[in-house]
């Protein structure tokens, strides 16, 4: 039994104030996800996660995984938590009702993400991989590929994965070499190896479908050259079941700092003449297609923040309340106190606790931006999928840099027991230390964000942003006494952002080094100011409740309490930061490699 406990009615509450959940639910689209189905659903999936991939998450660090020519073979415990999941057909919340997915928004799916990343990191990298093989083949897969592959990824029968890396082209993508050769029958060959690739082979499911990044005879030099092509481990049969085995083989699996079960393969296509492969869209145009798996997958690398923080933050919030040392400051007992008496241990558990709520609330907003895109017309759709453009690299990297604070002040509050693995917390922060990295390392998004993201009609949806935040002014300033620091900080913060977001658009323009090199501050800058933002319209909207007679009054101050000291204490180091961003590249460049050594 794993001690993790699926914080449902947190998800619930930020969905309903965040998601705007009934509004989404009044569309169309979206009409079978009422507010009460949506807890039923919830309720339900959180509870398996807690009984049935919980339990399997230490055992799968511990004994990790084993490759043989044949294969590899993940623990026993995972094959099976594996089995219950396809048979509860979880995989399919988000998929397209079409294909035999639940059609949920994207927004209730990140809650059930959270739950799921948070009860076994490892191995929901299956299922989270799979769901962007989904999103793509649904958006960009013909007729014929989708009824072949759809149904049986929709249910986890198949599982999918992502072969983007190559030895020599990692960031960068555009340095791909392996070779996709057409043939007569309008299939290709594609040969050439990829490395790092999650899940690339495993054995809980009767079949896995690559889908790989490959350059055609002739094709451009860099990003313009590549395609996009589906390699399925097992050809399928007209019968639609697995047949031959394809040429692809995964030669030999990575041992890492963490994510133990989740193998991480190098993978080699076409020693054998060349696996068959079929194209994903239009020849070249592979990375457009690519990006509908790499955003779904980024916003999932985004979970993991304040998923596997807040793994850390119920083991340490349970030891906190366990652990007797030193005496109560002013406290009159002669008996050690619990370390939570401490303040500082109680402000390293409010740290958590406001920053898991922040992320939770970012993820939310990002993924109802995408359901609103969906489910609206026009313009207003076109706003929503910008605002979901724009908030993508900072979810991104701003809850996987907050997920690794949070799960190293988790191990801090054990003191010396969380450095001992029989804690189980140094668990959480070893997962955690891949998720800055892969998915496009956290320097690459913050490049994305200032490159491509604040550019997007000239200013325009960064400018929405920064009005929306601003526009909270008026309710926190009818709040009340409780919300005047929240106010005062929030449009110091508003302010701080849109002055540094002018001087990286002005300067980006004419120097572009001026904008980079100050690009990860102003990531962090734009995360603390939209997640301080969210947390103050949920502590506006637990006032409303409170007001409104609800009963639940320790869950309901508790928000407003976050709230308030996140912005005490952490939206002030917004302009703490404008300095950072504005510094420029001179000192970045002004000692070479060599020097930098000191020696
Ligand atoms: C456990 C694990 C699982 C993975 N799973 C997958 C998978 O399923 N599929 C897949 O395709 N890949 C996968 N990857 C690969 C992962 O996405 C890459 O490791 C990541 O994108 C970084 O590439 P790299 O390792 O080559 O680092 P590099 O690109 O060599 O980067 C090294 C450093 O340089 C910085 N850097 C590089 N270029 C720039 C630039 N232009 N400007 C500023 N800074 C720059 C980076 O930010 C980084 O700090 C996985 C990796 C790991 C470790």
Request: proline residues 4%; glycine residues 10%; hydrophobic residues 40%.
């Amino acid at each position: 039994m794993s001690d993790y406990r699926a914080p449902v009615k947190d998800a619930l509450f930020t969905l309903r104030h965040i998601g705007r959940l009934e509004e989404l639910s009044k569309t169309e689209r979206y009409g079978h996800a009422d507010p009460e189905t949506v807890a039923s659903v919830l309720e339900e999936q959180g509870r398996f996660m807690q009984e049935v991939f919980g339990p399997t998450n230490a055992i799968g660090d511990r004994e990790g995984l084993t490759w043989s020519p044949d294969g590899v073979a993940v623990p026993e415990s995972f094959r099976t938590a594996y089995a219950k999941f396809v048979e509860a057909g979880w995989q399919g919340l988000n998929a397209e009702v079409e294909y035999g997915g639940a059609g949920f928004p994207e927004s209730v799916f990140a809650c059930a993400a959270e739950f799921e990343t948070a009860a076994n990191g490892a191995l929901t990298m299956a299922p989270g991989l799979t769901t962007g093989a989904i999103e793509c083949l649904q958006a960009w897969g013909n007729e014929e590929q989708k009824e072949t592959y759809l149904r049986k990824l929709v249910t986890g029968e198949w599982t999918g994965t992502m072969n983007l890396t190559e030895p020599q082209a990692g960031s960068d993508v555009g340095l791909c070499t392996t070779k996709a050769v057409p043939r007569d029958d309008g299939t290709f060959l594609i040969s050439g190896t990829k490395i790092f690739i999650s899940f690339g082979d495993h054995d809980m499911a009767e079949n896995i479908i690559h889908l790989v990044l490959a350059r055609t005879p002739g094709a451009p030099a860099g990003t313009k050259g590549i395609s996009l092509f589906i390699v399925p481990k097992f050809l399928v049969d007209d019968d639609g079941t697995p047949g031959e085995r394809n040429d692809v083989r995964c030669v030999s699996i990575e041992h890492k700092m963490g994510i133990h079960a989740s193998p991480t393969c190098v993978m080699s296509y076409g020693d054998g003449g060349g696996a068959v492969g079929s194209i994903v869209g239009e020849e070249n145009q592979g990375l457009r297609a690519m990006f509908t798996m790499m955003n779904s997958a980024r916003i999932a690398v985004g979970i993991q923040g304040a998923a596997l923080g807040d793994a850390a933050f119920q083991k340490a919030l349970q030891y906190a309340q366990e652990r007797r040392q030193g005496r109560e400051i002013g406290g009159s007992s002669k008996e050690p106190a619990l370390i939570i008496a401490h303040p500082d241990v109680r402000r390293m558990l409010l740290f958590m606790k406001s920053h898991i709520e922040a992320m939770r609330a970012l993820i939310v907003y990002n993924a109802s931006a995408i359901d609103f895109s969906r489910a609206l017309e026009g313009d207003e759709a076109e706003l929503w999928d910008d605002i979901a453009e724009l908030l993508t690299p900072v979810t991104k990297a701003w809850c996987t840099d907050v997920g690794m604070a949070v799960t190293s002040t988790a191990v801090q509050v054990f003191g010396g027991m969380g450095y001992i693995e029989e804690s189980g917390v140094s668990q959480h922060f070893r997962d955690m230390r891949i998720a800055p990295i892969y998915e496009g390392t956290n320097g690459i998004q913050a490049m994305d964000l200032v490159g491509r993201k604040l550019p997007l009609r000239m200013g325009g949806v960064v400018g929405a942003h920064l009005q929306r935040m601003r526009d909270t002014d008026a309710q926190l300033a009818a709040a009340g006494d409780d919300f005047a620091s929240i106010r005062t900080n929030l449009a110091a913060a508003v302010k701080s952002l849109s002055e540094t977001t002018d001087w990286v658009m002005t300067n980006g323009l004419t120097d572009p080094l001026q904008a980079l090199a100050g690009a990860t501050p102003y990531l962090e800058m734009f995360g603390l100011t939209t997640g301080g933002w969210l947390l103050a319209q949920l502590a506006l909207a637990a006032r409303d409740d409170l007001d409104a007679g609800s009963s639940d009054t320790a869950y309901l101050e508790a928000k407003i309490t976050s709230a308030r000291f996140f912005a005490e204490q952490y939206l002030p180091r917004v302009a703490g930061l404008v300095g950072s961003v504005t510094a420029g590249p001179d000192d970045l460049y002004a000692v070479d490699g060599d020097t930098l050594a000191s020696v």
